[in-house]
C-alpha cells in the first residue's frame, strides 16, 4: 500500500504530446511565409534561401513518417510531399502558400493542437522580453537591424515588413519561439513559460500591425472574430474573409488582444461560447468529432470555471445551462439532425450571453461573494472531510492513535500536490478541464471502489463468529501497517480529487469580487472552513461514544453511502470530460448525494445499493446470535 500512495503521487503528473506534429505545423508555416524570398516567375532569387527551403521540405516529410496515426496521417502526408515537390520544381510562391496555409488548417483541426492562449496576451510583458531577448538581433523597433544583426547568416527577420507580416500566423511566430529554427541563430525559447511565449508572439506579430493603424483608432465595427481565426489564420486571410475593413480590424485585434478575450471575469462565458460556435461550424461541415470535442471543451475550460459565480446569483440559469450542455453532447455522439444541433447550440449562447450579463452588469455583491466562497468549499470538501473523520474515528475507538499519523500523510500530501498541481497548470503546463475531470473521475472511483471495501469489512465484523475472531486476534495485528497505509491512499484521494478544481474556482470567484468583495470571499471560506471541522469534531464526539460492535455496524454503512456517492461523482466527471455517454432521464439532481438525472450514473448506483444490501443482509444473517450480547470495548 506504501508503494501504491508514492505511485499516485507520481502519476499525478500530466504529459505533454503532439511534438511532431507542432514541429510539422511550425516548419510549414514557415516555409510558406519564407518561400517568396527564395523563387520568383520560376528563378532562384537567393540561393542560400532557397537551399533552406529544400531542407525544409525534405525534411517535413522525413518528420511525417512520425506522426501520430489518426484519420488525416495519411492525407498530411500527401500533402507534405505534394509541397516538396512544389518546393524542387521552383513554383510559384502563391501555390506554396495556399498548400502551407491548407497544411496548417489540417493540423491543427486533425491533431486538435492547442493555438489559443490561456488568457489575453499581456502587451507590455511581451515588449518586455523582446528588448530583453530579441533586439540584440532584431533591433529594438523589429527591423533586423540589432547590433548582433551583421555577424549573422541568415540576416534576422525584419518584422516591421507588411508584407510579411500579411502572411505569417500568430500561433506560427508562437511555434517559432518555443521550437527555434534549425541552422539560424533563433535558438528555441521553450524556457519560457507558455503565457510568456504567447505574450511575445502578439508582441512580434503587432510591430508591423500598427502602420496599418497609424491614428490607433478602434474600428467602428468588430465583425465575429473567434481567438482560434485570430492566432491560425494569416492577416491576409483575415482580411480577405472581413472585407474593406479587415486590414484595420486584424491590425487592431492583433496590437488591442483585450478586445477578443475581455476582462478576466468574463473570460470564461466568451470561451464557451467561442467554442460552441467552433463546435456548430465543424458539425455542420460533417466532422462530429471535432465538434464534440469543442462542446466537451466549451464546458470543461469555459462554463464550469464560473459556474459556482452564476450559482450564487442565478442558481435556475446555471442549472440550465449545465443540462443543455450535456443535452448539446449527446445530440452531438448520437448524430442528430444539423438543425437540431444548431437550435441547441442557438439556444445555449443565449443563455450563457444573459449569464454574462448578470456576471458583468456589476462585480458580485459582498453577500454574493461571500455565499459563493462559502458554498464552494462546503460543497467541494463535505465528502472529504466526512471520509477523514469516519477513518480517524475508526483509528480511536480501535485504539490506534499512532495510526492517525497516515491520515496526517495523506491528507498532507494531497494538499500539497494540489497547490503544487494548480501552480504548474497556472504558470508551466496547460492541464485542460478534460484532464482535470478525468483525474477526479479515477480518484472518485478508485475511492468509492475502497470505500465500498472497508464497508464491507467493517460490516463483516459485526457477525457473533467474526466479531470473536476479531477479538481474539489483536487488532494490532488486523491494522498492521500495510493496513494502514491503505487508509492514508483513501485520504489521499479524497482530498486530492476536489482541491485542484477548488483553487480553481477560488480563483475565478477572486476575480468576479473585486476590491470590496475579496473580504468576504475570505470570511465565506474561513466559514466554510470552520463548519468543516465543527462536522469533523462531532463524528469524533459522537460516533466514539457507541459501542465498538455498533461502531462497526453504523461506519460500515456510511462507508456504503460515501461510496455510492463517490461513484455518482465519479461517472458524472467521466460524462463532463466526454469519455462515457449521458442518457437524460426525469429524475431529481442532488449533487450532495452525488445524484444526477442520467442512465449510467443511476444504473452504477442503483448496482451498489443492491450489492450493499445484499450483503448487508447476508452478513445478519451470517452466524448464530452472539449469546453475550456483544461486546462494547
Given amino acids: 500500500m506504501k508503494a501504491l500512495f508514492l505511485g499516485l503521487i507520481l502519476l499525478s503528473g500530466l504529459a505533454q504530446a503532439g511534438e511532431p506534429v507542432q514541429r510539422i505545423q511550425q516548419m510549414v508555416d514557415y516555409l510558406g511565409v519564407d518561400y517568396r524570398g527564395a523563387v520568383s516567375n520560376g528563378a532562384i532569387t537567393d540561393p542560400s534561401e532557397y537551399d533552406e527551403m529544400q531542407d525544409f521540405a525534405h525534411t517535413l516529410v522525413q518528420l511525417a513518417a512520425e506522426l501520430p496515426a489518426t484519420p488525416v496521417r495519411a492525407k498530411v502526408q500527401r500533402r507534405l510531399q505534394a509541397l516538396k515537390t512544389l518546393v524542387y520544381q521552383r513554383a510559384d510562391p502563391k501555390q506554396v502558400a495556399v498548400l502551407s496555409a491548407e497544411l496548417r488548417q489540417l493540423l491543427i483541426s486533425g491533431y486538435g493542437l492547442s493555438v489559443v492562449p490561456r488568457k489575453a496576451p499581456d502587451m507590455a510583458r511581451g515588449a518586455a522580453l523582446y528588448a530583453e531577448d530579441c533586439a540584440a538581433c532584431h533591433g529594438l523597433d523589429g527591423r533586423g537591424n540589432g547590433p548582433m544583426a551583421a555577424q549573422l547568416d541568415p540576416k534576422p527577420t525584419d518584422f516591421t515588413d507588411v508584407e510579411r507580416y500579411r502572411e ?11 521550437h527555434g529554427v534549425e541552422g539560424t541563430a533563433m535558438q528555441s525559447w521553450a524556457k519560457l513559460p507558455e503565457d510568456d511565449r504567447w505574450a511575445l508572439a502578439f508582441h512580434v506579430g503587432s510591430l508591423a500591425a500598427r502602420k496599418l493603424i497609424a491614428d490607433q483608432q478602434r474600428p467602428a465595427e468588430l465583425p465575429a472574430v473567434t481567438k482560434e481565426m485570430l492566432t491560425t489564420r494569416t492577416p491576409a486571410e483575415l482580411a480577405a474573409q472581413l472585407g474593406e475593413q479587415g486590414d484595420r480590424v486584424v491590425a487592431w485585434l492583433r496590437t ?17 461560447i467561442d467554442h460552441l460556435e467552433q463546435a456548430r461550424q465543424a458539425y455542420a461541415q460533417g466532422d462530429a468529432k471535432r465538434a464534440h470535442e469543442l462542446a466537451v471543451t466549451a464546458y470543461l475550460e469555459g462554463f464550469e470555471l464560473v459556474e ?24 452531438i455522439k448520437g448524430h442528430a439532425p444539423v438543425q437540431q444541433v444548431d437550435e441547441r447550440i442557438t439556444q445555449l449562447e443565449s443563455q450563457l450571453q444573459q449569464a454574462a450579463e448578470k456576471l458583468n452588469n456589476d462585480l458580485l455583491s459582498p453577500a454574493g461573494a461571500f455565499t459563493a466562497s462559502l458554498v464552494i468549499l462546503l460543497r467541494e470538501g463535505l465528502e472529504a472531510i466526512l471520509v477523514i473523520a469516519a477513518l480517524a474515528a475508526f483509528l480511536i475507538k480501535t485504539g490506534r492513535c499512532d495510526g492517525l499519523r497516515y ?8 494538499l500539497g500536490l494540489g497547490l503544487l498541481t494548480w501552480y504548474v497548470s497556472s504558470e508551466i503546463v496547460a492541464i485542460g478541464g478534460a484532464g482535470r475531470e478525468m483525474t477526479e473521475a479515477f480518484a472518485a472511483l478508485f475511492a468509492a ?45 479524497a482530498v486530492y480529487r476536489e ?60 462507508m456504503f453511502v460515501l461510496a455510492v456517492v463517490f461513484a455518482g461523482k465519479g461517472i458524472a466527471a467521466l460524462q463532463e470530460a466526454g469519455l462515457l455517454s449521458s442518457r437524460q432521464v426525469n429524475f431529481p439532481s442532488i449533487d450532495l448525494l452525488g445524484i444526477y438525472p442520467n442512465l449510467e450514473g443511476l444504473g452504477v448506483q442503483l448496482l451498489m445499493v ?10 445478519s444473517k451470517g452466524g448464530p446470535k452472539d449469546q453475550t450480547g456483544g461486546s462494547n470495548a
Avoid: C
Avoid at 505569417?168 to 518555443?178: A, D, H, N
Avoid at 467493517?458 to 501497517?481: E, Y
Avoid at 450489492?611 to 443482509?617: F, M
Fill in 449 to 493: 471502489l475502497l470505500l465500498f471495501y472497508v464497508g464491507f469489512w467493517l460490516h463483516s465484523k459485526t457477525s457473533a463468529v467474526q466479531w470473536k475472531r476479531f477479538i481474539q486476534d489483536s487488532v494490532q495485528k488486523v491494522l498492521n501497517k500495510e493496513t494502514l497505509w491503505g487508509l492514508a491512499v483513501l485520504a489521499f484521494i
Fill in 499 to 558: 482541491i485542484f478544481e477548488t483553487v480553481l474556482f477560488y480563483q475565478a470567484l477572486w476575480l468576479q469580487a473585486g476590491e470590496e468583495g475579496r473580504a468576504m470571499v475570505a470570511t465565506g471560506l474561513l466559514l466554510a472552513a470552520g463548519a468543516l471541522a465543527l462536522l469533523a469534531w462531532l463524528i469524533l464526539r459522537f460516533s466514539t461514544r457507541l459501542p465498538l460492535r455498533q461502531f462497526f455496524s453504523v461506519t460500515s454503512i456510511f
Fill in 308 to 331: 459556482s459565480n452564476l450559482d450564487a446569483m442565478d442558481s435556475a440559469l446555471r442549472h440550465q445551462i449545465e443540462s443543455g450542455m450535456t443535452e448539446l453532447r449527446g445530440l
Fill in 168 to 178: 505569417r500566423t500568430l500561433y506560427g511566430l508562437y511555434s517559432t519561439i518555443t
Fill in 256 to 272: 488591442h488582444p483585450d478586445g477578443l478575450w475581455g476582462s478576466a471575469k468574463g473570460a470564461g462565458i466568451r470561451f464557451a
Fill in 407 to 414: 491520515l496526517y500523510y495523506g491528507t498532507g500530501a494531497a
Fill in 610 to 619: 443492491i450489492v450493499a444490501v445484499l450483503l448487508l443482509w447476508r452478513g
